[in-house]
């Protein structure tokens, strides 16, 4: 037994309204820099829908992930060490940039500087890829709420592979969001289809990173991912890829896009891992059984011989501790209501879903029926194949029965709890039909509906003895370093050349927003140096350059040091900030008591 | 005999730009890690690339093994293995041509790819330019020397083995053969300076990415683990302010 921590994350989807809010943020975190316009590390997809790049699910075409060779072994899909070294000069199976989309900005500056005419000017969009007029026919979210789903629903890879007489009826009925980051898998293909080597998989958290000066831009990582979250900087010529926003981790803060979700659906915390038995847990013959396989690879943290090993590993006490009270391990392994996102890729993924219940919800209010009691759920579930068909698509390698399993769990939550809100008494049957005791379902209740910020967020800090080399914490000033503010830009081998960067993060965020804030050309410079530094915010106030200074306000105050201390929200700033009610102590309406 | 000219030319030049070229790697490798790249244009534009790239990159590599073949291997060596100098020429010849044609084709649909899509060509550097130019030249001196020259023997028969390898050899081993390379037909000669002035420029282009070669990669666990104490944070140390290692106890105890 080789016990490893791996951070990761369950997005309850039921909870999620698709208001892209995460997307935004992440994006303004970490890739707000030319060369990154098409990346989102963050997206949300509306399902059905074709996802970000189109038909990125379809192995059959885009060869990502991992499959099983004639002798049962476990091989890249896109072809052995031989070939993959052999295709270098010209990635056969990678998307061009209109798989993804063409990225544009407008040219504002015709509406101010236009000539008086009869008509109003307009602001052109132009292509942050060529810099010429363009027409904005695809994008990141093209077809998001189904929007021309007439023509696109279709090209679904997940819906292609249902039969053809319940697409249409799907189409007419179900519709939810799915919000995706980098899986941080157990087994990354992404990692493994790296020539250089660049990729790693961090040994203390199991975080998955480009070494941004040992990628040499042989762009294998992007046809090895499945689920097309290793993007190509086609300025710097590297790849990137959601950093799970390490820094923001190693000092206990959620990620970027937890922290803003509007919905609060996501949940941070560790898993304990066999790490010797991944491989055999990705080489599971049978794909429906691949659920069960990477269940079978956690280890469960209250187990003595685990902890043991796990203080033998190197894993420091507080991490066990974090794993014990990880609301990951509940919802994956003690409730069993999450689910991996396409466990056939066999990578092993580690950000899982609680399905949404609320499809079937739907469908049952509409007849006119009580939606909220269980037996009317399960016969709805057992009734319902659509929604479920296409769950067990994403979720379960197309096995019913796992996502079944959970929607019951859910319905038999919703109708339990309805009895005690209402102030009757609970029906021990209602958890007793799907295998749970009463304590266990209001315990599952309250990690899905109320867990507050620190239930949600179970993330040990990297250690105090390391703080002083780590990426983001003021015990130094984080403008002291080799060289001072300011320094960078374009060197003169293109963008991004010349010394390495040794500059904190933050300090480079901040330095790219005041740049992009402050240029007037069309699109953005050649320089890496214009983000708002999102990293270290934790929620209250508001950082300087989040927003363009007011012109009476620029006045009155004095500039902004680049420190990174806030300032307070400008008037109308609620005294929590906007995303700061996680953080807050107060009375939270959703508590019942 | 030898003039002051061709000691410049066939001594001091080489010498120059081979320095320029190892001290230049070093420098650029510590000085810019991060630009160390392939400059992949792939995103923009794949159904040339797709063709040009892979003709040109295994077209040069054949044409690289054939330099090797031609300029490091003595001849008396190819002769006491039994190799006839009509087998030799034949083998250079004709495998030589074929890497060449691909080569020149590659390179000539890449150069026109580069410069007619749009954002492909908005994407290249000042740098990019002149290693092009360069790179164009050197490999059209050299498919000149191949056609003209052992082809079609414009201008009589020249065996580069007994002339240009052993000058090549000779800088290497400290003896010097300015007198040969001054001896040496127009288009060798030309081709020669041309190659030592693409050898002066390579650190300061995108070509340093044939050093990262990815051959490690036949051979490498799938999965690198990391460790974050390896690099902690991105900062660099301060000096004086160096971490003290701290030795992690030891597994089983």
């Known amino acids: 037994m080789r016990v490893m921590a791996q951070m990761s994350m369950v997005m309850n989807l039921d909870k999620c309204i698709g208001c892209h809010t995460c997307s935004v943020t992440c994006k303004q975190a970490w890739t707000n820099r030319t060369g990154t316009e098409y990346v989102w590390f963050n997206n949300v997809e509306t399902r059905p829908g074709q996802g970000y790049p189109r038909t990125y699910e379809d192995q059959e075409r885009w060869e990502g992930g991992w499959t099983l060779n004639r002798r049962g072994r476990l091989q890249l899909k896109a072809g052995g060490r031989l070939k993959n070294l052999m295709t270098v000069f010209s990635s056969p199976k990678m998307p061009s940039i209109n798989d993804y989309y063409e990225p544009w900005t407008y040219d504002y500056e015709n509406l101010t500087n236009a000539p008086l005419q009869e008509h109003t000017p307009v602001a052109r969009p132009k292509s942050l890829i060529s810099g010429k007029d363009m027409n904005v026919s695809w994008s990141a979210n093209w077809d998001d709420d189904l929007g021309g789903s007439a023509g696109l629903g279709t090209k679904d890879p997940v819906l292609v592979k249902m039969e053809e007489k319940v697409k249409l009826e799907f189409e007419q009925t179900f519709m939810f969001y799915l919000p995706r980051i980098c899986e941080h898998c157990l087994n990354p293909s992404c990692a493994a289809s790296c020539p250089s080597g660049a990729i790693y998989k961090r040994a203390e958290d199991g975080i998955v990173l480009v070494d941004q000066d040992k990628c040499r831009g042989w762009r294998k990582c992007v046809t090895g991912c499945p689920y097309k979250k290793v993007y190509f900087n086609h300025r710097t010529g590297k790849a990137e890829k959601c950093t799970f926003c390490f820094p923001r981790i190693e000092v206990g803060l959620p990620t970027v896009c937890s922290e803003t979700c509007v919905g609060r659906l996501r949940y941070i915390g560790l898993v304990l891992y066999d790490a010797d038995r991944v491989l055999e847990a990705a080489s599971e013959p049978d794909e429906t059984r691949l659920l069960e396989a990477q269940r079978s690879v956690f280890l469960d943290p209250h187990d003595p011989v685990v902890m043991r090993e796990a203080e033998r590993a190197g894993i420091p006490r507080d991490w066990v501790e974090a794993a014990q009270r990880s609301p990951i391990w509940k919802l994956i392994s003690e409730y069993e209501v999450a689910l991996p996102l396409h466990p056939e890729y066999r990578t092993m993924p580690m950000v899982w879903y609680i399905p949404p219940l609320s499809p079937v919800v739907d469908v049952v209010t509409e007849t006119g029926v009580d939606a909220e009691d269980s037996r009317t759920l399960f016969a709805a579930i057992d009734t319902l194949r659509i929604p479920v068909g296409y769950l067990a698509e994403l979720f379960t390698a197309g096995d019913p029965e796992p996502v079944t399993a959970v929607l019951k769990k859910l319905a038999a939550m919703r109708s339990y709890m309805r009895d005690l809100n209402m102030g009757r008494d609970g029906d021990p049957s209602i958890p007793a039909a799907v295998g749970m005791d009463e304590a266990t379902m209001r315990e599952m209740y309250r990690l899905l509906a109320i867990a507050k910020y620190d239930e949600r967020y179970v993330i040990p800090s990297a250690h105090a003895e390391q703080a002083h080399g780590l990426e983001e914490l003021a015990t130094e000033c984080s403008l002291d370093y080799e060289g001072g503010p300011g320094m960078g830009g374009s060197g003169p081998f293109g963008e991004g050349s010349g010394p390495a960067f040794s500059e904190p993060i933050a300090v480079e965020n901040f330095h790219m927003l005041q740049t992009r804030q402050t240029t007037d050309t069309v699109a953005d410079p050649a320089t890496r140096k214009a983000r708002v530094n999102l990293l270290n915010w934790d929620g209250k106030g508001a950082p300087p350059g989040l927003f363009p200074p007011k012109p009476d306000e620029a006045n009155l105050r004095e500039p902004a040091g680049p420190s990174g201390e806030t300032r307070p929200l400008p008037s109308g700033g609620s005294d929590g900030g906007p995303t700061g009610a996680g953080t807050t102590p107060g009375p939270d309406p959703q508590v019942r008591p | ?253």
């Open chain 2, 1 to 253: 005999m030898t003039t002051t000219l061709a000691t410049i030319l066939w001594v001091v030049v080489p010498y120059v730009c081979l320095a320029v070229f190892a001290l230049g790697h070093v420098w650029r490798y510590r000085y810019d890690k991060f630009g160390w790249t392939t400059r992949s244009s792939q995103l923009y534009e794949s159904r040339l690339l797709r063709w040009a790239s892979p003709l040109f990159h295994f077209g040069i590599l054949a044409v690289f093994l054939g330099h090797v073949m031609g300029l490091g291997i003595p001849k008396a060596w190819t002769e006491a293995v039994g190799m006839t100098e009509e087998i030799y020429h034949f083998l250079a010849v004709s495998i030589g041509a074929v890497a060449g044609v691909c080569t020149v084709v590659g390179m000539a649909l890449l150069i026109y790819r580069r410069r007619t899509v749009g954002p492909v060509f908005s994407a290249t550097t000042r740098m990019d330019k002149v290693m092009y130019l360069v790179l164009a030249v050197v490999i059209a001196l050299g498919m000149w020397n191949t056609v003209a020259g052992s082809i079609l023997n414009l201008g009589g028969h020249y065996d580069y083995r007994d002339g240009v390898s052993v000058w090549f050899r000779g800088i290497f081993r400290f003896s010097l053969h300015p007198e040969l390379m001054a001896a040496a037909p127009l288009g060798f000669q030309l081709h020669g300076l041309a190659a030592f002035f693409l050898f002066a420029l390579w650190p300061f282009t995108r070509l340093v990415h044939v050093f990262s070669a990815p051959v490690g990669y036949l051979w490498r666990p799938y999965v690198v683990y990391r460790s974050r104490s390896d690099r902690l944070g991105a900062r660099a140390g301060r000096p004086g302010w160096e971490r003290v290692e701290r030795r992690r106890e030891p597994a089983d105890r």
